[in-house]
């Protein structure tokens, strides 16, 4: 297990966590205090990393608090999966408040939306999710509850957490300025590089300016704390990583001579677009050369138009899955998981979940960000397209091998990533900012 999480970020004079309700307390109240959760998306189904953690911390929370939920819902959903998304949220939630994201009405509201963010210098995604009813809704909850505290899931609910009359927490994903960052460098249009130069730097802004006005805020890695703490000095910063789920035992030994590798991860945001199309076009033929029967399983929804053309050719070797509601039998049939990802951030929930399946992987080192993994020892880790390719072909070749890794990258998942120990230190950030917030009340003229 990671080490605990500490109230060292306190103002001095404040009370221990002695002094205040505890996460085992908390669930022995006939009342469970108040926790306004700020989501930008509905997290159901849970189809994206960021959804699975979303979902987990929920469930978590909900052990101890009564939660009121705010999120906004996908516009491509239909009437009856946003009935289905409000009533999974209610098996947690005391109270479910669902917006249409503004910027998604209309093109002509997206275009307006755009034109003063750039006028303003911020970040789409800032404006994009900007809903003055989103606002009432979360004022009229704080007149109408005795709220501890508000929690928003990502960085641009943190807009929702300024200014209110109970403590904040944001969690921050990614370091989202460095994430745009990252995509900036491998775009080959030039415009499309400058776009995304001038929203990472605008994003930046924004992070810091946040950051300094909300003062808590949770990260998934020891590398994301590092660079926020730079960032924003002054703001107490807790790491509670990604997690998955390890109750389950991990899967049997794949097929004798299994020469099958799979992919999971949907394919509706551009990093995991541009991971598969990367495997695809510069690491797959270089495998196939050496292992001809060489299969790629693809799970997960929305494969872009150029792996689809691809994978209607018999001889590719490329099979599209789509989203499927139970992974297990994918994972089974597979020898190892490939997580070809060139850019993004933070802690990556599809490489925990490959490790828990017990299957082994070969990754980069944007996949293995925020783990500590060992090369060789629980993952394979490459930098190149050469690379990746002999190091897929070395364990398809090894079985024993690809074994020895599997059970190593396991046992790291049991003993620090099962989702039951990711939500004992959320609790415990969330009890370091109340117990914080209300010694400094307590030291007031």
Known sequence: MRDSLSCAGVRPGSASLADHPTSSSLS????????????????????????????NIVRGLAENFSILFFAFHDKQASAAARANA????????????????????????????????????????????????????????????????????????????KHLSCPALLTNHNVEHLRLSSYAQIQ????????????????????????R??????????????????????????VVSNGTDASRPPLPAPPAGSKTAIWVGGMNDEYNREAVLYFAKDIMPIIRREIPDFRWLVVGRDPPPALVKMAALAAAGI?????????????SDSAI????????????????????MGRAIVTTPIGAEGI??????????????????????????????????????????????????????????????????????????
């Not at 998981?337 to 828990?356: C, D, F, I, Q, R």
Request: hydrophobic residues 45%.
């Open 213 to 238: 006005e909300i003062q808590n805020c949770v990260v998934v890695s020891e590398s994301d704390r590092r660079e926020l703490a730079r960032l924003a000095p002054g703001a107490r910063l807790f």
């Open 372 to 445: 500590p993994v060992s090369d060789g020892v629980t993952m394979e880790i490459a930098d190149s397209p050469g690379q990746f390719a002999a190091k897929t072909i070395a364990l398809l070749r090894d079985p024993a091998r690809a074994a020895r890794i599997a059970a190593a990258a396991r046992a790291l998942i049991e003993q620090s990533y099962d989702w039951k120990a990711i939500n004992a230190e959320m609790h415990q950030a969330v009890q370091c900012v109340i117990a914080g917030a209300t010694a400094h009340k307590g030291t007031a003229p």
């Open 28 to 55: 022995t109240l006939k009342a469970k205090p108040y926790l306004i959760f700020v989501a930008t998306r509905v997290p159901h189904p849970p189809v994206t990393g960021h959804f699975l953690r979303t979902i």
């Open 86 to 161: 409000e009533s999974a949220m209610r098996k947690y939630c005391e109270s479910v408040f669902i917006e249409e994201v503004p910027a998604e009405k209309s093109r002509a509201r997206a275009i307006w939306d755009l034109v003063v963010a750039t006028a303003t210098l911020r970040p789409f995604v800032a404006r994009k999710y900007r809903s003055r009813r989103m606002r009432r809704a979360i004022g009229d909850a704080l007149r109408t509850k005795d709220v501890i505290l508000a929690h928003g899931d990502s960085l641009p609910s943190g807009q929702y957490l």
């Open 337 to 356: 998981a490939v997580v070809p990802l060139t850019s993004g951030g933070g802690t990556k929930l599809k490489t925990l979940e490959a490790m828990a």
């Open 188 to 211: 080959t249009s030039y415009i499309m590089r400058l776009a995304y130069q001038i929203q990472a730097r605008l994003t930046k802004r924004y992070e810091r300016r946040l950051l």
């Open 319 to 331: 099979e599209l899955v789509g989203f499927v509601d139970d992974l297990g039998q994918h994972y």
